[in-house]
């Protein structure tokens, strides 16, 4: 075993004692269990209405071909209000009623020229699309809002160009804000001690997929990049001092956003779907939250996660399964359908087709990674890079 291991979600204390052998101190730990009877429940992340009837689905496509049309039936309408009145809430309750917020805005921190007490970070995908455009809702106009994005290959990155792009259409859907697109550029090669203390911040996770988005996301945090301002489009440096992050974890495994889902589906339909997704919001903790928690925190910033909001959770499991996703349909309109649907509310109609793409690729780190570790991607791709490790235990 591990020295280190992650802790599962719950609250804990520790307390420390000396042997009476040899005075040497010993600790031990106690998780203390909810005692909020619903959020018991809640953790157990069970679904109501998991296996659709034929008519069931037979509304479902109609639903699909009036999308297409335009024009949305009222009942799929009202379902998707109720994802984005949570979202919304959820995005307040981690914004402006949070406490790191009121200390920075209320007492005068704010108050300069430039002033982003929030971050986004940002891809320009669907689920950063969607907690930007709730953002400035959220917040006073008078106020900037930082988007952090990342690029291993400059310009050609796929996320950089997303990212441009749901510039562009935030700009119009809320021309009153000021928004600053931060584009933070790395050179993987030249990451040695960046690397190696990554790598400490991540332990217990050790392979090089963990890597590659630990370095992405400790990057994108430090919000030190570049910006363009002015009517000459100027290309100037810029460093966020937001401290609250917003990230979207937990919208992929609660959406059907996984290339995984669409396997399980297409093998075992509805059922092992929902047992698949069930996993996914199961281990999250284990496999993404820690570690990314940590990165963030490195950076002396808050990492904040709207899509595992209580109340989010519970709202999409009071969905029907075939109302999340239907999975029959291609990437980029199937997967994630809900969330699709609220970004199209939202005025968000480009970002809403758009098929989903981890970091590790949409910033080329992995391609990057491939080529320095392997010595190519089809070596990589070979050797199943993603799962390798990269040093061995520490027991």
């Given at each position: ?218 990057l994108a945090a430090r919000g030190d990049g570049w910006l363009y301002e002015g009517t000459h489009c100027e290309r100037v440096k810029y460093k966020s001092e937001s401290r609250i992050l917003l990230v979207g974890s937990g919208a992929d495994e609660q959406c059907a956003g996984y290339g995984r889902h669409k396997t399980k589906f297409r093998n075992k339909s509805w059922l092992g779907l929902d047992e698949e997704m069930k996993l996914d919001m199961q281990r999250i903790w284990k496999r993404n939250l820690g570690r990314d928690d940590r990165i963030i925190a490195d ?97």
């Amino acid at each position: 075993m591990s020295f280190w291991e992650e802790l599962a979600c719950g609250v804990y204390s520790i307390s420390v004692s000396p042997l009476e052998t040899d005075g040497h101190l010993i600790g031990k730990v106690k998780k203390h269990e909810w005692t909020d009877t619903e959020l018991k429940e809640l953790t157990k992340w069970e679904r109501t209405s998991v296996e659709p009837k034929p008519e069931n689905l037979s509304l479902d496509f109609k639903k699909v071909l009036t999308i297409e049309q335009g024009i949305v039936e009222n009942t799929h309408i009202a379902t998707s209000h109720k994802v984005l009145k949570a979202l919304k809430e959820s995005v307040k309750r981690r914004t402006t009623l949070n406490r790191i917020y009121h200390t920075q805005v209320l007492l005068g921190n704010y108050k300069r020229e430039k002033s982003a007490p929030i971050a986004v970070m940002f891809s320009g995908g669907l689920d950063s699309m969607i907690i930007a455009a709730l953002l400035h809702q959220c917040v006073d106009s008078e106020y900037e809002i930082d988007l952090l994005n990342i690029s291993f290959d400059g310009e050609s990155a796929p996320d950089r160009i997303t990212a441009r792009a749901g510039l562009n259409e935030l700009q119009k859907i809320a021309s009153s804000r000021r928004w600053n697109l931060i584009e933070i550029d790395a050179d993987l090669p030249k990451l040695t001690s960046e690397t190696q203390h990554v790598m400490s911040l991540i332990n217990p996770a050790k392979t090089y997929m963990d890597l590659n988005i630990g370095i992405a996301l400790w990057l994108a945090a430090r919000g030190d990049g570049w910006l363009y301002e002015g009517t000459h489009c100027e290309r100037v440096k810029y460093k966020s001092e937001s401290r609250i992050l917003l990230v979207g974890s937990g919208a992929d495994e609660q959406c059907a956003g996984y290339g995984r889902h669409k396997t399980k589906f297409r093998n075992k339909s509805w059922l092992g779907l929902d047992e698949e997704m069930k996993l996914d919001m199961q281990r999250i903790w284990k496999r993404n939250l820690g570690r990314d928690d940590r990165i963030i925190a490195d950076n002396g910033k808050e990492a904040r996660f709207p899509f595992l909001d209580e109340d989010v959770i519970k709202t999409l499991l009071d969905i029907p399964l075939w109302e999340i996703a239907d999975l029959d349909q291609p990437s980029g309109v199937g997967d994630k359908k809900i969330l699709r649907e609220v970004a199209r509310i939202l005025g968000l109609n480009e970002a809403a087709t758009l098929p989903k793409r981890a970091i590790q690729f949409g910033s080329r780190i992995a391609r990057e990674s491939n080529r320095k570790n392997f010595g190519s991607n089809r070596a990589a791709n070979q050797a199943s890079a993603g799962s390798v490790v990269i040093y061995g235990s520490s027991d």
